[in-house]
């Protein structure tokens, strides 16, 4: 089953950079891209339903809502953006589906990377959290890879589900603190309510009460700790294991 990473799907200007030492990832999924460069080694990453061997030097993005997992003796380093980071290049691949996930990035992209948004790891532990650069080089980088990925990249026409799911997502984000079921759910949106539940449980491999619940405690849990989403989605992500 997918882990639906909650912290990386509700709020906006999503951002977080994390160097990883030979740690492995279970299956997850969420609202963000999730752009993946490996430094040393070889990590076997599953995208979608497609396995890939991503080598030293090599790049990976992951679409939003596509299900992935890492594997393998690497150091890499990942960063998790939301759409509204690269609204231009969002809309130009809406639709559309990449014929592959992994690329290899020109030089001089890379450099600028490595410069601005990766910043180099001298930490030996097994996840290191990079200090955000300022807000316009994110943004500029975010774009780097993006353009890099539509260079390297074909695409087809394909027919997703991503409209509908974020779309709820927003919806559950706005009003899950008001009693909000499947069904009024399925109104308010316009959609079938045994559609919208097969999509909710196709996508998040748990029931509609469970993903609520979820949504509450983690907002507890902010509340509690008095501190912002990326600082705790390493403990989110393991307590709330599906």
Known sequence: MALHQVVNSIGVKIYNG??????????????????VFVKKGVLNAVIGNREYKINKGQCALVMPYEAHSYEGNAQYFVAIFSA???????????GLIP????????EDALKFLKKYLMAENTDSSNAYRVTDPPYYFIKASIYTICASFYEKVNFIRGVKNNLSITAI???????????????SLAN????????????FNETFKINFKTFIN?????????????????????????IFTF
């Open 169 to 183: 997502i927003d919806y559950i984000e706005n009003n899950f603190n008001e009693n909000i079921t499947l069904a």
């Open 18 to 35: 994390y160097w990883y030492n030979n740690l492995d990832w279970q299956t997850h999924l969420h609202k963000s891209f999730e752009f």
């Open 84 to 94: 509204d980071f690269c609204e231009s290049f969002s809309k130009e691949i809406n």
């Open 99 to 106: 014929q592959r996930h992994v690329f290899n990035m020109d």
């Open 214 to 238: 979820v949504c509450t405690i983690f907002e507890e849990i902010l509340c509690i700790f008095d501190c912002h989403l990326k600082n705790i989605m390493n403990i989110f992500t393991f």
């Open 188 to 199: 308010k949106l316009g959609y079938d309510y045994h559609y919208i539940s097969r999509l």
